[in-house]
């Protein structure tokens, strides 16, 4: 597991011997070290819960999860009193128990469901809408907020209350990307142990504790880690909101697109939140193999480049000084006739380990269609700090998966290529996804002196505006494919939105690219060009991407060895 | 209602006695020095009158805990004060004896005579001067000789709005 958990309540190991437990009057096996909302659940029942948290230490304090309990009866030889069905006679408690801190053991009952469950959670219910502001039409969480689910679940169809209700801090800033609502507040405290135990950056606390107890920042102090927005996720209520989502979209607008993050080489899953072609939200999604249910700062808000004002939205061409439109495969076309005339070694690649492995594949294709590895290739690394949390010290997202296709050559190559290039042997440079300036570290000066600068990439620069060619390529939620994380995982990307403008999703732009260069070989969907990556890899053979699933496959330890 | 504590004072140089008694009040607890909050909450504000922010993070400090940890604690009771009181501090009693026995107007009296007119979020109002500060507080176990009242440590049965005048002549 990659992601170490301060708590894992629903997962037990192996070997854990099975109990014999009575769930709603029926008896199943489940295995021991689970509580009972997490035995309920293997069963198929759900206890309503707001403090509870699977991956948190459980604190007991919101009493949503009230459920009647027994244990067996024993007779005077000290041994359970069975049944006339056979099965041990139980001895229900009196008074309900909360279902998070009561772990099952042998012979235990379990009523979920019963009268006196019910009274309690509506009981509950009432006390915590009590103090709870009613503005669910202005309130982001509206949609995907617990308290407003279980009221129509478990609460009353009105109120009794009467009196004046609390007030207490509304908008108060707690750190750079965080906005809390203490009135909205429930008091479940989970965001105060996820910093403890999940970051180890304890500042958050209730102070003055009582009928005015507020959720507060130690003075002087801020919620600012780099993992600070995971508390707006696990957050019942809409007590903490993000600064960069709040009042942006309501979120039953959103269509939700499982995909990966691209911003480092962990590969955490995520769900993509998009509506109408717009990416309004990143949220980390459950794979206890790579995150866990959690996803950092970084990654999460690292996505609004996409809709950047420098976005490049239609291919160029520029004749002489001017940059003009151009259509898709007049540029294939052009670029053809212009390439053919140089020899594999006046031409480079720089590619990106930012690319799909179908991508990888393609281009790898075309540089053999150019002249193999005569021609030049790399890619650039981008290294970071590892947190040790979920954070890798390697920024690119498929820096395996460049290898295994021999784009890259750990960024080696890239002083032969501007060595080439200034020297004027290189006279071809065909750059995806890294500037060759900005993140290749070539200078102006040298790109001026190609004969053939092809860029294709997502932003506006000054390589895009000297170049030839400049294919607008597709952002991560714009294209479907694959990468393989740091740890030898082989995950799916999924296209939420559509590529804007006249832009084109890469793998179809170095498909039609080298179908025009070399001549074509009946590849056309990304599932074919899959099937294509997965024959002529050996870890990576007969799969396809619909058996790599959504949570991945660990492909033969042969791939995640070029990783390291 | 603020969570913060109020820094009005210099920092306070802490002197050796007093840390070496901390530390001796820390030693009490050798399973968990956090235990030792309390205690070390009380002897600051004994000895400096009043939690303030400095208090919460040296003693945070001192247990190895986060600051937020002690702010909890001080924020619960009211009895530990964020902000100094009057270098005097007149505590009436509020319990039903003393209610009974006319502490609401004592209290006000003291509030006139000290020109009090704003009280804090637990009832405390400090005179322009800072030299008194009036509250009420609970029961003081006198029930009989309603309206006591405690000055500091020291403690006045059956007090008269006369009474009261003398009281603040001879404190002054």
Redesign the interface.
């Known amino acids: 597991m990659s992601c170490k958990n301060p708590f894992n309540h629903d997962i037990t190991p192996a070997d854990a011997p099975l109990l014999n437990v009575q769930v709603d009057g029926q008896w199943v096996q489940l295995p021991r070290g689970l509580n009972v909302v997490e035995a309920a659940k293997r069963v198929g029942k759900f206890i309503p819960h707001y403090c509870y948290h699977p991956k948190l230490s459980i604190s007991g304090n919101c009493r949503m999860c009230l459920i009647e309990m027994g244990t067996p009866k024993m007779g005077p030889d000290r041994k359970p009193i069975i049944g006339a069905d056979g099965k041990p006679e139980i001895g229900w408690i009196p008074r309900p128990q909360i279902g998070c801190a009561t772990m099952i053991s042998e012979g235990m009952g379990i009523r979920t469901d019963s009268p006196m469950v019910q009274d309690c959670r509506k009981g509950v219910m009432e006390f915590l809408l009590i103090n709870h502001p009613l503005d669910c039409p202005i309130c982001d969480q509206a949609g995907e907020c617990k308290l407003q689910e279980f009221s129509v679940e478990y609460g009353n169809e009105d109120s009794r209350f009467v009196e004046q209700k609390v007030h ?2 509304k908008q108060v800033d707690i750190g750079e990307r965080i906005v809390l609502d203490d009135e909205r507040c429930i008091m479940c405290s989970r965001c105060i142990r996820f910093s403890r135990e999940m970051v180890n950056d ?9 009928s ?1 107890t ?1 959720l ?6 801020r919620l600012d880690n780099n993992y600070s927005l995971n508390t707006v996720d696990i957050c019942p209520v809409g007590a903490l909101t993000s600064k960069d989502f709040r009042f942006k979209m309501r979120v039953w607008f959103l269509k939700e697109t499982k995909s990966i993050c691209t911003g480092c080489a962990t590969g955490c899953n995520i769900l993509i939140g998009s509506r109408e072609n717009v990416v309004h939200r990143l949220t980390p999604r459950e794979n206890e193999l790579v995150n866990s249910e959690w996803m950092c700062d970084q990654g999460r808000l690292g996505f609004h480049y996409i809709h950047a004002e420098e976005r490049l939205l239609q291919p160029t061409a520029r004749v002489n000084s001017t940059t003009l439109p151009v259509a898709w495969d007049d540029a294939f076309a052009q670029i053809r006739d212009r390439i053919k005339s140089y020899k594999p070694e006046q031409i480079a690649i720089i590619g990106s380990a930012r690319m799909t492995n179908e991508e990888l594949f393609l281009l790898a294709e075309l540089r053999a269609g150019l002249g193999g590895n005569a021609v030049l290739t790399d890619v650039v690394p981008r290294t970071g700090e590892a947190d040790g949390i979920l954070r890798s010290a390697d920024l690119n997202p498929n820096t395996a998966g460049a290898k295994l296709f021999q784009i890259s050559n750990d960024g080696k190559n890239l002083a032969a290529i501007k060595d080439g290039i200034e020297s004027g042997r290189i006279k071809v440079l065909y750059a995806l996804h890294e500037d060759p300036v900005g993140d290749a570290g070539l200078s102006e000066f040298a790109l001026a002196k190609l004969d053939l600068l092809i860029t294709q990439k997502l932003l506006k620069s000054h390589s895009t505006d000297i170049a030839h060619f400049s294919l607008p390529g597709a952002s991560f939620a714009e294209k479907r494919g694959s990468m393989i994380n740091g740890a030898g995982r082989l995950q799916r990307l999924n296209k939420a939105i559509a590529t804007p403008g006249q832009t084109m999703d890469d793998f179809e732009i170095l498909l039609k690219l080298r179908s025009t260069i070399t001549g074509g070989n009946s590849l056309h969907t990304i599932e074919e060009v899959f099937k294509a990556v997965a024959a002529s890899i050996p870890a990576l053979s007969g799969l396809s991407l619909s058996k790599v699933g959504d949570l991945g496959v660990e492909v033969a330890p042969a791939a995640a060895t070029v990783t390291t | 209602m603020s969570a913060t504590c109020h820094d009005t004072q210099d920092h306070v140089e802490l002197k050796p006695e007093f840390v070496a008694h901390a530390d001796e009040l820390i030693s009490h607890y050798p399973v968990s020095k956090r235990s030792a909050s309390l205690p070390l909450l009380h002897f600051w504000q004994e000895t400096h009158g009043y939690i303030s922010n400095q208090a919460v993070e040296w003693i945070a400090g001192k247990l190895g805990l986060n600051p937020i940890q002690i702010l909890e604690l001080v924020t619960f009771y009211p009895m530990f004060r964020q902000h100094p009181a009057g270098k005097f501090q007149i505590k009436v009693c509020r319990t039903l004896s003393c209610q009974l026995g006319g502490a609401y107007e004592l209290r006000e009296h003291f509030m006139k005579k000290l020109g009090i007119t704003k009280v804090d979020e637990h009832g405390l109002g400090i005179s322009a001067d800072g030299k008194f500060s009036v509250e009420f507080v609970e029961c003081l176990a006198s029930c009989g000789t309603a309206p006591v009242i405690m000055v500091n440590d020291d403690f006045y049965e059956g007090v008269s709005h006369t009474q009261a005048d003398e009281l603040l002549q001879k404190y002054n």
């Open positions: 207490k801090p304890d500042v958050l606390g209730f102070t003055q504790r009582g005015h507020t507060a920042v130690h003075p002087g102090k």
